[in-house]
């Protein structure tokens, strides 16, 4: 589970391309290393992604193409960030809400209004 507020970015290094499959290689900050394990869920962009590698401070992720069809981390390319959140802990402060990470859908900014001290945006889902 996820509070769904970001706790760093981090750079995509590297993206290996397959059929219908792409491999992430982040680069994370050596404090957010501490205690990862392959096979610990880490969110990018508000997705859930597995950790499947740790290589230092070079942590990579498999993304399969309904992933990378249906958020938007299929449209990144090596030197973008991606915000990233760690996996609630039992005993952690839950701040801001509950979330499982799991996207249905990417959806579209159909209309922005901006006021002196707020931003309301709309959005156009399929």
């Known amino acids: 589970m996820f509070t769904g507020i970001v706790q760093t970015t981090a750079p995509v290094i590297e993206?290996?391309?397959k059929e219908n499959f792409q491999t992430h290689i982040i680069?994370?900050?050596l404090s957010f290393t501490q205690s990862l394990?392959?096979?610990a869920s880490i969110a990018h962009n508000g997705c859930c992604l597995t950790?499947?590698?740790i290589n230092g401070n070079h942590i990579s992720f498999d993304l399969m193409?309904?992933?990378?069809s249906v958020t938007n981390?299929?449209?990144l390319m090596p030197g973008d960030r991606v915000n990233i959140e760690r996996a609630a802990r039992f005993g952690d402060e839950i701040g801001g809400h509950q979330m499982s990470g799991h996207i249905l859908f990417t959806a579209t900014v159909d209309k922005v209004i901006e006021s002196e001290n707020n931003c309301?945006?709309?959005f156009q889902i399929p």
């Open 37 to 39: 394990q392959i096979g």
């Open 15 to 17: 993206i290996i391309k």
């Open 65 to 68: 193409q309904e992933t990378l």
């Open 27 to 29: 680069e994370l900050d």
């Open 51 to 53: 950790v499947i590698e």
């Open 73 to 75: 981390l299929g449209d």
């Open 120 to 122: 309301q945006i709309w």
